[in-house]
């Protein structure tokens, strides 16, 4: 087999990131914002979309700088290596709980909406296996997946939110601002860590075509994402009005259940296959950027191979919980909040460590 | 570890090393090698103990006496394979009636093609090629006159790859006329044929083609190690060829494209492509090949922007429902029955109420006559041809739902995807969608529409990773080229300017500048 560790270029990058951020609307984010912010929930996405242009700023600047280097090297090279590996490694951990946290709610997700019958086991592990087939085949694949897949994924999200549209009524908004303006803006900065995916995006900054490639993907898709995470949130609230949605764990699912095409009553099954398909791309790449960590970390060269073992921990680890819905609900809202100064701070002291060795001005 | 384990296993080894009571041919080859005398008789001797003339039928030795030189000559050559009317007039006439003395062969010979060979067995060769060998007593050299005449059959149209608007003509099993069909329709010296000998015993020839100032020369050189890496006895055509030098020999889907209509393969050759053609194969392989190369088929671009666009997404439409359509109703009516309209369940619960087996049995029942039907006719002698469409039709469609056996829903299920997957034109393709096609019968009848896309996806992460002569399968889609997208659907024909990207071809513009040499193509962004 003929292994590639080719570069990816702007299309594929953008692909990844859209569908790993954007399928955020289809779990349970969108109901960590209602709860804080009712009905004005749809501006949170663009609030935190807003805010996240600064440490995405620090962190492109840093990026162009060193050309071809990804977020492992450049930590090491600023912080030195003690420190370095440190905050790495706790980047590595935060990022495993975040696949558990994630791959264990949409297993439940998988379970309680579609097959209810079916041992979680079953659906974890082949969600797993596959995310595991699909990070091992490298980054160019799932990139490749990801672009190859893109439009028919969009294509069936602007079916649904046509049709919720459709059915909804606009003036469930009002109040415009919910809870109130200071509220709003406070729980969109403090649940900024939405994004911090785009932290761990820098990994792979080396492995874009250019550096440029991944300054303009970054911005991109943060525009992409954010528009689209903003109007799915209004689209849960003109349809459920905020009391109901507020109850909803999973609103995307309860929409698509909810909504119906003409002679079709049921069409949540329509949109099941492409929301799973976004869902492997997004759980490839984060077992691969997981494993790119690892790798890094413990010096494995091969690192390809530690995916599968990887991914058969992550089952364990998210099989631990045996009420998902409500105990990974309570457990990611506080994890969220304390990602967010990181997601926040880690970039600009990238920035500053990088302006104090000097390399800034060159 | 992992290959030990198989070697292991499958004892590939000991195989390989293991004795066997062979004959000792070293000294047939030392003969073979040694340089002809300038003896006639020695060497004809030479030449009918290798033959075994008289036993071997064919092979003639006529001697005769060249006039003007007082000299006993003979001509060896094998009469079912060459031209003894051309022979009699160009070679033996004028040799046998010359009166003039100080003449060289080359002189009196009227053949246009003569050349001098030393070695017993460069002369083998030829002679085995067709050839006429000319042996003159006291000369120690050869003389081999090109007079060779297989037998085959004319220009036929092409069979499987049927087109309605353009050219019918098809290659057939003589490499000289294909590379006369392809030459007629690229006129440019840059045009190479190359040929190179691949089998060490039948001696078989394959040509090489390609556009000199095109061709990526690293790729070229690719092809041809891979062609002479092969270490075989005999390749008889080009479907062997292919086994030899494809990248991955258990997989499922093509890595090389092979086509009947010289026009295809020609328009790939201006693009930048390689062509192998061999002696017996009415085809030709075309190298890198992508999976857009397996999906279009030359009509496309015959047709019109619009009607050519129409027929891509026809055929887009009967892969899907190939690959999709029996594995989705399993996975439907068996886990998300939910989803059809109250009026279609009902319907299709009353017509399986009375079927004895579960939905998925019913399937592969049908999914597998419809396989034995197929095999079956393209097996079956012409004159009782019909005979199997009845029954088939008959047994398999109605009485089979009569008997209570399938229900006729599932009947058109199975019917719509086989009728769908004649769409695909490509033999490689075509088997493999099929064959996958099975594949997601069975996950959907598991885990329904969950296992139906994780299949789905797997096998797309798959396809995605595979590369032809270091081409990724689906470029220029995915990872980008510059190139004339032409994938799903085709740009109007003006459009395409551009060479496939993934090629490095060295001129990447179709349009009429002259390159300046600078690096294109290649740039991805």
Same mark, same amino acid.
């Given at each position: 087999?003929?292994?590639?560790r080719?570069?990816?270029?702007?299309?594929?990058f953008?692909a990844?990131?859209?569908l790993t951020?954007g399928?955020?609307m289809?779990?349970?984010?969108?109901a960590?914002?209602?709860?804080?912010m009712?009905?004005?929930?749809?501006m949170g996405?663009?609030?935190?979309g807003?805010?996240?242009?600064?440490?995405l700023?620090?962190?492109?600047?840093v990026?162009?700088?060193?050309?071809?280097?990804?977020?492992?090297?450049?930590?090491l090279?600023?912080?030195?290596?003690?420190?370095?590996?440190?905050?790495?490694?706790?980047l590595?951990?935060i990022?495993?709980?975040?696949?558990?946290?994630?791959?264990?709610?949409?297993?439940?997700?998988?379970?309680?909406m579609?097959?209810?019958k079916?041992?979680?086991?079953?659906?974890?592990a082949?969600?797993?296996?596959?995310?595991?087939?699909?990070?091992?085949?490298?980054?160019?694949?799932?990139?490749s997946?990801?672009w190859?897949?893109?439009?028919?994924?969009?294509?069936?999200? +602007?079916?649904?939110l +046509?049709?919720?549209?459709r059915?909804?009524?606009?003036?469930f908004?009002?109040?415009f601002?919910g809870?109130?303006?200071?509220? $709003?803006?406070k729980?969109?900065?403090?649940?900024?860590?939405?994004?911090?995916?785009?932290?761990?995006?820098?990994?792979?900054?080396?492995?874009?075509?250019?550096?440029?490639?991944?300054?303009?993907?970054?911005w991109?898709?943060?525009?992409?994402?954010?528009?689209?995470?903003?109007?799915?949130?209004l689209?849960?609230?003109?349809?459920?009005?905020?009391?109901?949605?507020?109850?909803?764990?999973?609103p995307f699912?309860?929409?698509?259940?909810?909504?119906n095409?003409?002679?079709?009553?049921?069409?949540?099954?329509l949109?099941?296959?492409?929301?799973?398909?976004?869902?492997?791309?997004?759980?490839?790449?984060?077992?691969?950027?997981?494993?790119?960590?690892?790798?890094?970390?413990?010096?494995?060269?091969?690192?390809?191979?530690?995916?599968?073992?990887?991914?058969?921990?992550?089952v364990f680890?998210?099989?631990?919980?045996?009420?998902?819905t409500?105990?990974?609900?309570? =457990?990611?809202?506080?994890?969220?909040?304390m990602?967010?100064?990181?997601?926040?701070?880690?970039?600009?002291?990238?920035?500053?460590?990088?302006?104090?060795?000097?390399?800034?001005?060159? | 570890?992992?290959?030990?384990?198989?070697?292991?296993?499958?004892?590939?080894?000991?195989?390989?090393?293991?004795?066997?009571?062979?004959?000792?041919?070293?000294?047939e080859?030392?003969?073979?090698?040694?340089?002809?005398?300038?003896?006639?008789?020695?060497?004809l001797?030479?030449?009918s103990?290798l033959?075994?003339?008289?036993?071997?039928?064919?092979?003639?030795?006529?001697?005769?006496?060249?006039?003007?030189w007082?000299?006993?000559a003979?001509?060896?050559?094998?009469?079912?394979?060459?031209?003894?009317?051309?022979?009699?007039?160009?070679?033996?006439?004028?040799?046998?009636?010359?009166?003039g003395?100080?003449q060289?062969?080359?002189?009196?010979?009227?053949a246009?093609?003569?050349?001098?060979?030393?070695?017993?067995?460069?002369?083998?060769?030829?002679?085995?090629?067709?050839?006429?060998?000319?042996f003159?007593?006291?000369?120690?050299?050869?003389?081999?006159?090109?007079?060779s005449?297989?037998?085959?059959?004319?220009?036929?149209?092409a069979?499987?790859?049927? $087109?309605?608007?353009?050219?019918?003509?098809?290659?057939?099993?003589?490499?000289?006329?294909n590379?006369?069909?392809l030459?007629?329709?690229?006129?440019?010296?840059?045009?190479?044929v190359?040929?190179m000998?691949?089998s060490?015993?039948?001696?078989?020839?394959?040509?090489?083609?390609?556009?000199?100032?095109l061709?990526?020369?690293?790729?070229?050189?690719?092809?041809k190690?891979?062609?002479t890496?092969?270490?075989?006895d005999?390749?008889q055509n080009?479907?062997?060829?292919?086994?030899?030098?494809?990248?991955?020999?258990k997989?499922?889907?093509p890595?090389?494209?092979?086509?009947?209509?010289?026009?295809?393969?020609?328009?790939f050759?201006?693009?930048?492509?390689?062509?192998?053609l061999m002696?017996?194969?009415?085809?030709?392989?075309?190298?890198?090949?992508?999976?857009?190369?397996?999906?279009?088929?030359?009509?496309?671009?015959?047709?019109? =922007?619009?009607?050519?666009?129409?027929t891509?997404?026809l055929r887009?439409l009967?892969?899907?429902?190939t690959?999709?359509?029996?594995?989705?109703?399993?996975?439907?009516?068996? =886990?998300?029955?939910?989803?059809?309209?109250p009026?279609?369940?009902?319907?299709?619960?009353?017509?399986?109420?009375?079927?004895a087996?579960?939905?998925?049995?019913?399937?592969?029942?049908?999914?597998?006559?419809?396989?034995?039907i197929r095999?079956?006719g393209?097996?079956?002698?012409?004159?009782?041809?019909?005979?199997?469409?009845?029954?088939g039709?008959?047994?398999?469609?109605?009485?089979?739902?009569?008997?209570?056996?399938?229900?006729?829903?599932?009947?058109?299920i199975?019917?719509?995807?086989?009728?769908?997957?004649?769409?695909?034109?490509?033999?490689g393709?075509?088997?493999?969608v099929?064959?996958?096609?099975?594949?997601?019968?069975?996950?959907?009848?598991?885990?329904?529409?969950?296992?139906l896309?994780?299949?789905?996806?797997?096998?797309?992460?798959?396809?995605?990773?595979?590369?032809?002569?270091?081409?990724?399968?689906f470029?220029?889609?995915?990872?980008?080229?510059?190139s004339?997208?032409?994938?799903?659907?085709?740009?109007?024909?003006?459009?395409?300017? +551009?060479?496939?990207?993934?090629?490095?071809?060295?001129?990447?513009?179709?349009?009429?500048?002259?390159?300046?040499?600078?690096?294109?193509?290649?740039?991805?962004?």
């Amino acid at each position: 087999m003929e292994k590639s560790r080719g570069k990816i270029g702007i299309r594929e990058f953008v692909a990844v990131v859209i569908l790993t951020i954007g399928t955020k609307m289809a779990d349970d984010t969108p109901a960590i914002l209602f709860e804080q912010m009712e009905n004005a929930a749809w501006m949170g996405p663009l609030l935190i979309g807003a805010l996240s242009i600064i440490p995405l700023y620090f962190l492109t600047n840093v990026f162009t700088k060193y050309k071809g280097k990804n977020l492992f090297e450049v930590t090491l090279y600023l912080l030195g290596k003690p420190v370095g590996y440190c905050v790495l490694f706790f980047l590595w951990v935060i990022g495993g709980i975040a696949i558990t946290i994630d791959s264990s709610i949409y297993t439940d997700i998988i379970g309680t909406m579609y097959f209810n019958k079916t041992p979680t086991l079953v659906l974890y592990a082949i969600l797993m296996g596959i995310c595991a087939y699909g990070a091992k085949k490298g980054l160019e694949q799932v990139g490749s997946f990801a672009w190859s897949v893109l439009f028919w994924i969009k294509v069936s999200l +602007f079916l649904a939110l +046509f049709l919720t549209f459709r059915q909804g009524n606009m003036d469930f908004i009002y109040p415009f601002f919910g809870p109130g303006k200071w509220e $709003v803006l406070k729980s969109s900065a403090s649940n900024l860590s939405i994004f911090a995916d785009f932290l761990f995006l820098s990994l792979i900054a080396g492995f874009t075509a250019s550096p440029a490639v991944f300054k303009k993907g970054i911005w991109i898709s943060l525009v992409i994402v954010t528009i689209e995470l903003s109007i799915s949130l209004l689209s849960f609230v003109v349809l459920f009005d905020y009391e109901p949605v507020k109850m909803l764990n999973y609103p995307f699912h309860e929409t698509i259940r909810y909504i119906n095409l003409e002679f079709l009553p049921n069409i949540e099954t329509l949109f099941f296959p492409f929301w799973l398909v976004a869902l492997f791309i997004r759980f490839s790449f984060y077992l691969y950027l997981n494993a790119l960590l690892f790798g890094g970390l413990f010096r494995v060269k091969d690192f390809e191979y530690l995916i599968p073992t990887l991914a058969t921990l992550f089952v364990f680890l998210g099989m631990i919980p045996e009420t998902p819905t409500f105990s990974i609900f309570d =457990f990611r809202e506080p994890f969220l909040k304390m990602i967010t100064p990181i997601f926040f701070l880690f970039p600009c002291l990238l920035w500053v460590m990088s302006k104090a060795k000097g390399d800034m001005k060159t | 570890m992992r290959q030990s384990i198989f070697q292991k296993l499958f004892h590939n080894e000991k195989y390989k090393n293991q004795q066997f009571s062979e004959k000792d041919s070293s000294e047939e080859i030392a003969v073979k090698k040694q340089t002809i005398s300038t003896n006639l008789n020695e060497n004809l001797e030479i030449f009918s103990k290798l033959y075994l003339i008289p036993q071997n039928n064919d092979v003639n030795i006529r001697r005769f006496l060249v006039q003007g030189w007082h000299k006993e000559a003979a001509l060896l050559f094998i009469n079912t394979i060459s031209d003894t009317n051309l022979l009699e007039e160009q070679v033996l006439k004028p040799l046998s009636k010359n009166e003039g003395t100080f003449q060289s062969v080359e002189d009196i010979v009227t053949a246009p093609g003569i050349k001098r060979v030393q070695v017993v067995e460069d002369v083998l060769i030829e002679i085995n090629r067709g050839n006429a060998a000319l042996f003159i007593e006291g000369d120690q050299q050869v003389y081999i006159t090109s007079v060779s005449n297989f037998q085959g059959r004319g220009i036929d149209k092409a069979e499987n790859e049927v $087109v309605i608007k353009g050219p019918k003509e098809a290659f057939n099993e003589k490499a000289n006329t294909n590379i006369s069909l392809l030459r007629k329709k690229i006129k440019t010296e840059s045009l190479i044929v190359e040929s190179m000998t691949i089998s060490k015993r039948s001696k078989n020839e394959v040509y090489v083609l390609y556009i000199h100032d095109l061709v990526d020369h690293e790729l070229l050189n690719k092809v041809k190690e891979r062609v002479t890496k092969i270490n075989v006895d005999s390749i008889q055509n080009l479907s062997m060829l292919e086994q030899h030098i494809e990248e991955r020999t258990k997989s499922l889907f093509p890595t090389i494209l092979y086509t009947e209509r010289p026009d295809r393969a020609s328009s790939f050759l201006e693009d930048g492509y390689i062509i192998l053609l061999m002696e017996n194969s009415p085809g030709s392989l075309i190298m890198p090949a992508t999976f857009w190369s397996f999906f279009h088929t030359s009509e496309d671009h015959y047709l019109r =922007f619009i009607f050519g666009n129409f027929t891509r997404a026809l055929r887009l439409l009967a892969l899907f429902i190939t690959l999709f359509s029996s594995a989705l109703y399993l996975s439907v009516t068996n =886990f998300h029955a939910e989803m059809l309209p109250p009026d279609l369940l009902l319907a299709i619960s009353s017509t399986r109420e009375i079927v004895a087996f579960p939905a998925t049995i019913e399937i592969f029942l049908m999914e597998i006559a419809f396989e034995l039907i197929r095999e079956a006719g393209l097996r079956v002698p012409s004159p009782i041809g019909p005979t199997i469409g009845i029954v088939g039709a008959l047994i398999l469609g109605q009485a089979a739902v009569q008997a209570n056996v399938v229900s006729p829903m599932v009947v058109i299920i199975v019917a719509l995807g086989g009728l769908s997957s004649f769409a695909i034109g490509d033999i490689g393709m075509n088997f493999a969608v099929r064959l996958s096609r099975f594949f997601l019968i069975l996950c959907a009848s598991v885990f329904g529409l969950y296992g139906l896309t994780a299949m789905f996806s797997i096998g797309l992460f798959y396809l995605l990773s595979l590369r032809s002569f270091g081409v990724p399968y689906f470029a220029p889609m995915t990872p980008k080229y510059t190139s004339g997208n032409d994938t799903v659907f085709r740009s109007l024909v003006w459009n395409e300017i +551009f060479r496939p990207g993934y090629l490095k071809p060295q001129d990447m513009k179709k349009t009429g500048d002259v390159s300046n040499g600078e690096k294109q193509g290649q740039n991805r962004n």
